[in-house]
C-alpha cells in the first residue's frame, strides 16, 4: 500500500505504464516469440491480412498479394495498417507490424487508465493500467499478425469515447465517438450495429438532452463506413462492410459445436474436421463466375446450410448458444492453452458479474452503458462463432468497470493521498 501511495504522487504515471507495456510487449514479441516460432501451433498471420497489406502497398488494390483480383471480404483498416508498416519500413515483415502493435498496446494502457479514472478514481486507474500492461493474453497478441491488436484499442477508445461526451455532451465529442465507432467497423463488422445501437442506449439512459448528439453520432459513423459500403456495393452487388466470409464463419460455428467432443478445447482440431464438412457440403458452381463473385456464390451457400440447420432444429440452436457462452472466453488453439486462457478470463468474467449483480442499479450513465455494449460484443457472437480470440477485444474495459466494486475503499485511499500532500505543502509554504 505504500508503494501505492508512492506511485499515485507520480506526475503522468500512465505514460511509464504505457512505456512499461511497450516494453513488455516488445521484450515478448521480439525475443520470447520468435522463439517458439513454427511450435505450440503457433501461425503467424492465420487470416492472412498480411497479403491484403501487400496488396495495397505494392499493387495498391485490395486484393490478396500477389493475385490482382480485388476483394470484398475483409474490413480495409487493419490491412491499410499494415500496409503503413511495410511502406515506412520498406518490407521490413513481420517486424514492422509488430512494433505497430506494441506502440499500439502502449497507448491502449494509457487510455484504460484515462477511462478508469473517469469511471472511479486514480488508484484503480493504476492498478487497472498495470494489470492490462502485465497481461500475458493481451500480451500474447501484440505478436501475432491478428486484427484483434487494433478492435482492443478501438473497443477501448469506443467506451472511452462514450464515457467522454456523457461527462460533458458537446457536438464534436460525438462526432468522435461516431468516427471511432466508423473505424471499428471498417475493422470488424460485427461493429455495424454499434452505429444505432449507441445513440439508442445513450438516449435511453440520459434522455432527450442528447437526441442531437445521438444523430450527430449515427451520421458522423455512416460518413466513414458510406465509402467502403458503396465500394462493395459496385464491387460485389452488396452494401456492406464485408462480403463473402459471413456464410463460412455461422458455418463454422455450427461445426465446432457439433463436433466440440470429438476434439474439445481444440482450434487446432476442430478446424480441418470442420473444413471437411464445408467442403463436402459446397454445390457446384459455374465456372463462368469470376473469382471474386464464385467465392461469393459459395459464401452464400455456405450461409444458407448454416442457416438451414439453425431454423430447422431450435434445439441446436440453443445448444450452440449454451457451448458458445463459454468457448467465447476459454476455446484455444489445444486443449493446453485452452486451460490458461480460462484461467486468466474466467475469473474476471466472474468479477464482471459480480459487479454487474452489486453495483449496476446504483451506477452512473457512464458504466450503464459501458456495461451494455460489452455484453452486447459478446452477445453478438453466441449465434455465429466464438472462440477465446474474440473475448480478448473485452478485457481492458471489464477490467476498468469490474474494479467499481472496489471504488469506495480507494476513493477513502486517494482522498489520504490528497490530504498528506495539501499538509505537506502548507508546511513547506506557509501562505499556503
Request: charged residues 15%; aromatic residues 12%.
Amino acid at each position: 500500500m505504500n508503494m501505492l501511495t508512492r506511485l499515485l504522487q507520480a506526475r503522468h504515471i500512465q505514460w511509464y505504464i504505457g512505456l512499461l507495456a511497450i516494453g513488455v510487449a516488445s521484450l515478448f514479441t521480439f525475443w520470447i516469440y520468435r522463439g517458439i516460432g513454427g511450435s505450440h501451433h503457433e501461425v503467424l498471420d492465420p487470416d492472412f491480412h498480411g497479403p491484403l497489406g501487400y496488396g495495397l502497398w505494392k499493387l495498391h488494390r485490395f486484393s490478396y498479394y500477389p493475385q490482382e483480383q480485388l476483394t470484398a471480404d475483409r474490413g480495409p483498416l487493419y490491412p491499410l495498417m499494415i500496409a503503413g508498416a511495410l511502406a515506412a519500413t520498406n518490407g521490413w515483415w513481420p517486424y514492422s507490424v509488430q512494433l505497430v502493435q506494441c506502440l499500439l498496446f502502449g497507448v491502449l494502457c494509457v487510455l484504460v487508465f484515462w477511462l478508469t479514472q473517469s469511471l472511479w478514481n486514480r488508484s484503480l486507474a493504476l492498478i487497472v493500467s498495470t494489470l492490462c500492461a502485465l497481461d500475458p493474453f493481451l500480451i500474447w497478441y501484440t505478436s501475432r499478425v491478428l486484427v484483434e491488436m487494433l478492435l482492443l484499442l478501438l473497443f477501448t477508445a469506443m467506451i472511452a469515447s462514450v464515457v467522454y461526451l456523457l461527462q460533458r455532451p458537446s457536438f464534436w465529442r460525438a462526432c468522435l465517438l461516431g468516427v471511432i465507432i466508423g473505424l471499428a467497423t471498417l475493422t470488424k463488422s460485427i461493429f455495424g450495429p454499434y452505429l444505432a445501437l449507441t445513440p439508442l442506449l445513450l438516449l435511453l439512459t440520459a434522455g432527450r438532452r442528447l437526441g442531437v448528439h445521438a444523430v450527430t453520432i449515427f451520421a458522423a459513423g455512416i460518413v466513414v463506413v458510406a465509402p467502403w459500403m458503396i465500394r462493395n456495393g459496385a464491387l460485389t452487388g452488396v452494401y456492406s462492410t464485408t462480403v463473402g466470409r459471413e456464410g463460412f464463419a455461422l458455418h463454422q460455428g455450427n461445426d465446432f459445436v457439433q463436433d466440440f467432443w470429438r476434439a474439445p478445447y481444440s482450434v487446432s482440431r476442430l478446424y480441418p474436421l470442420s473444413i471437411a464438412r464445408i467442403k463436402a457440403e459446397d454445390p457446384a458452381l459455374p465456372e463462368t463466375l469470376d473469382a471474386l463473385h464464385f467465392e461469393q456464390a459459395r459464401d452464400a451457400s455456405r450461409w444458407r446450410n448454416a442457416a438451414a440447420k439453425l431454423k430447422g432444429s431450435p434445439g441446436f440452436l440453443l445448444k450452440k448458444i449454451a457451448y458458445n457462452s463459454i468457448l467465447f472466453w476459454t476455446l484455444g488453439d489445444t486443449p493446453g492453452k485452452s486451460l490458461a486462457i480460462a484461467c486468466l478470463q474466467l475469473p474476471l468474467v466472474a468479477a464482471f458479474c459480480v459487479f454487474l449483480l452489486r453495483c449496476i442499479r446504483h451506477a452512473s450513465n457512464e458504466v450503464v452503458v459501458s456495461a451494455a455494449l460489452t455484453a452486447w460484443y459478446f452477445a453478438s457472437h453466441l449465434p455465429v462463432l466464438a472462440v477465446a480470440r474474440y473475448s480478448v477485444v473485452l478485457v481492458p474495459t471489464m477490467l476498468a468497470l469490474s474494479v467499481g466494486l472496489f471504488a469506495a475503499s480507494a476513493k477513502r485511499r486517494d482522498s489520504r493521498v490528497w490530504r498528506r500532500d495539501v499538509n505537506l505543502l502548507a508546511t513547506a509554504s506557509p501562505e499556503v
